[in-house]
């Protein structure tokens, strides 16, 4: 048994991945995760993935990678990869899912996901994009919501402003805030925040089916139409609103800002929770998190998840497989979630112990995803398209908001870089 | 005694010809030895990979590296990108400013520093002292000086003079020369160093000579030094030069290649589409004009300085 053929491997696989499904762990395997969740809250929440496998009987190996993009982590699993090695696991998101299926290194999970039932627990747009060619490949660990905003009432209050809900009374709060010296929006900018905010005003400006035609399909009618040059424009006024040191400024610095009462909104997504939980706020009173202004009941979702790599030692199959059922279980779900400030994955997760921000961000993604309509992929953070293309929508958008380029120029500019990246 | 004198001879010959001819076999073998090995890595590791960029920018390779031919797509996809064509017009900007200014700089301060003056061994590690520091601080420490909020406007305007204004890191019209303002500040003390060893390196007796003509100093330095620093021109020129091409740590650190993408350069472009986008084939296509631009200016230099030397 030291040389296995392929087709007895498959063999062991499917036999080894019913065994890890009964959860019977007759050998102890070894699982090797690569990630990068090595900020303190992070680190935390995948450290109880850890005790769980462990408590089964297998081995931990952490391979993190440091690096807030997950970009270095990403070099070091292509050259594992090249050179034949991959680890079991790693931190895999959106559609880099589905090219790494293409170049045939993962493994299928199907016989846990049947055992489990993750069809039933998984909205549809979620196990769409952890399955390639049908078959489950990788397991989703949370969902971030990305279309929030953050406000610090009493800077609100001091400016006799009141909390916007449409985009007009965006730019109304935002002159009175302006007025009474407090800069209006918390922008760090970076391409991925243009990126963040530009996406935002879309949904608001054009609605989840616009949204869907013009990140999504790629539609040249969506891109170059009436909408689009709308999202330009008020992606345009923006700019009147943030202050000058904000080129370059990180998004927690950010946050920071309005924290202090130095500003008064900030669009970033529900990853922010956490520096406003670290500053000992408590939401609903000195931070509120309402949706974008105009993308009420509508989930723009970006959804952290662990592709898992094919194993040649069946003992590690059978530690990946208990891994990726370990992951969707509700107790590592809350842990999880409860730490990183994103929500559980599942439908039927218990949200007793989750805040308020997390309750109403569960509650859209109920909504949305049982009605089908509301519950879009976010370009801005890969979900939507490959990397390619969500790269020369950064580039474009990016440009727009830091030169004067009409908005006429963008939106031509922007339908061509799609076309020429596809 | 023939016999003796010639056994003993031969004897004699061959102990010492197998003598010799090993520790002179040892001796030729030796340097070969110590550089093969090196010879080998470099032969693999810079020119092995050269070749292997060059194949795989004619190829489609996007997260991984694959091997379907696609002609000259890359290179036409990449002419066509607007960031390329912004990250070559920021490299042409940068590099020509940035070797420009250090040589410049460089040059007066090795000079001011020849003028035996006190304190000459102290002056010297100050203005050199920026070299041991490595771009990414370099950036990250501008970063801050240069930021309109915290840094230089804000100090001179807690000073009191409230019209200052110095925001090119924000502006994206003026940010490239942000890093140009960093990379002189971290490399003109290496050029000075180059220069001063140059400086010292001159023939005394010929400006001695020329002082005895009664020339002026100006005309001594104009006339005789610095056209005798013609080799220290070249090295700084090849150093700078290759310095200005690879740029990446400092201009990520100093600005993120913004605002936007207005002080994006060439190895930063390569860097997102290889390893960022799954762009391999653009990338290594970017990285291939790289190469070629380093070479453009390489070759006929080194040509004309080494046939050059040859004629004296």
């Known amino acids: ?68 993009g997950g970009e270095n ?36 999970l199907d016989n846990v996901a049947r055992a489990e039932g993750w069809d039933n627990v998984l909205p549809p747009v979620v196990s769409d994009v952890m399955k390639h060619e049908g078959s489950y490949v990788a397991v989703p660990v949370n969902v971030h919501r990305v279309n929030w905003m953050w406000v610090n009432p009493s800077a609100l209050q001091r400016a006799g402003a009141s909390v916007p809900t449409t985009m007009a009374e965006l730019w109304e709060t935002a002159e009175k805030l302006k007025a009474a010296g407090i800069t209006p929006i918390a922008h760090g900018g970076q391409a991925w925040q243009d990126a963040t905010t530009f996406e935002s005003i879309a949904l608001s400006v054009g609605g989840p089916e616009f949204f869907e035609r013009a990140f999504v399909e790629h539609d040249q009618a969506a891109l170059t139409g009436p909408d689009m040059l709308k999202t330009f424009e008020e992606f345009r006024k923006v700019r009147n609103y943030i202050d000058a040191g904000s080129p370059g400024r990180d998004w927690n610095i950010a946050t920071a ?61 059978e530690a990946q497989q208990t891994m990726a059922r370990l992951v969707l279980s509700p107790e590592f779900q809350e842990t999880f979630n409860l730490n990183k400030g994103s929500i559980p994955v599942r439908l039927d997760q218990n949200m007793a112990p989750f805040d308020e921000c997390a309750v109403s961000a569960m509650n859209t993604f109920q909504e949305t995803s049982q009605s089908g309509s509301g519950l879009v992929p976010s370009m801005a953070h890969g979900m939507s398209t490959t990397s390619a293309v969500s790269g020369a929508i950064f580039d474009v958008v990016t440009t727009y908001f830091n030169s004067n380029m009409s908005a006429q120029d963008g939106v031509r500019q922007l339908a061509n870089a799609v076309r020429a990246a596809q | 005694m023939t016999q003796s004198l010639s056994s003993k001879s031969t004897s004699g010959t061959t102990r010492r010809t197998r003598h010799v001819s090993l520790g002179d076999r040892l001796a030729s073998w030796i340097p070969k030895l110590v550089v093969s090995p090196t010879l080998l890595i470099t032969l693999i590791f810079v020119y092995g990979f050269v070749i292997w960029t060059a194949v795989l920018s004619f190829t489609n390779s996007r997260i991984l590296p694959r091997y379907d031919f696609v002609g000259w797509d890359n290179y036409v996809r990449l002419f066509a990108n607007e960031r390329w064509m912004v990250a070559l017009k920021n490299l042409g900007v940068y590099a020509f400013l940035f070797i420009a200014i250090c040589l410049i700089i460089g040059l007066l301060m090795a000079i001011l520093l020849d003028q035996r003056i006190r304190a000459e061994g102290a002056l010297r590690t100050i203005y050199l002292y920026p070299m041991a520091l490595s771009f990414i601080v370099t950036g990250t420490v501008w970063k801050w000086m240069l930021n309109p909020q915290v840094g230089l406007e804000q100090f001179m305007i807690s000073l009191g003079w409230e019209s200052f204004r110095f925001d090119w890191i924000v502006n994206p019209d003026f940010s490239i020369y942000t890093v140009v303002i960093a990379a002189v500040w971290q490399s003109s003390g290496f050029v000075m160093a180059l220069f001063l060893a140059g400086l010292r390196g001159v023939d005394d007796s010929i400006i001695k000579a020329a002082q005895i003509d009664g020339a002026s100093p100006i005309t001594i330095y104009t006339r005789i030094i610095i056209p005798s620093l013609r080799p220290v021109f070249f090295s700084a020129f090849i150093m700078l030069a290759h310095i200005a091409i690879k740029s990446f740590d400092l201009a990520l650190a100093l600005t993120g290649g913004g605002p936007g993408i207005s002080s994006d350069l060439p190895a930063i472009f390569m860097f997102q589409f290889s390893f960022n986008r799954g762009q391999m084939g653009i990338g290594a296509a970017s990285a291939m004009i790289m190469l070629l631009g380093i070479v453009a200016i390489l070759v006929p230099f080194l040509y004309s300085e080494l046939r050059v030397k040859k004629d004296d």
Request: net charge negative; with cysteine; charged share 20%.
């Open chain 1, 73 to 108: 982590a990403m070099t070091v699993l292509r050259a594992r990869a090249v050179s034949g090695n991959p680890p079991a696991s790693a931190q895999i998101k959106g559609l880099e899912i589905q090219e790494w299926g293409d170049l045939g290194f993962l493994a299928t």
């Open chain 1, 1 to 68: 048994m030291t040389r296995i053929s392929l087709k007895h491997a498959k063999k062991t696989v499917i036999a080894a991945a019913l065994a890890g499904s009964m959860a019977t762990s007759a050998v102890a395997g070894e699982v090797e995760v690569l990630h990068w969740w090595t900020s303190g809250g992070e680190a935390r929440a995948i450290s109880v993935l850890k005790e769980m496998v462990e408590s089964e009987g297998h081995t931990w190996k952490d391979f993190a990678v440091a690096g807030g």
């Open chain 1, 257 to 317: 800002m309005v924290i202090r009462g130095e500003a008064g909104m900030q669009f970033m997504g529900d990853w922010a929770k956490g520096e406003f939980s670290a500053a000992n706020m408590s939401p609903g009173s000195d931070y509120l998190c309402v949706p974008f202004p105009g993308t009420d009941g509508t989930f723009t979702f970006n959804i952290d998840s662990l592709a898992m790599f094919s194993q040649r030692n069946t003992a590690n199959v």
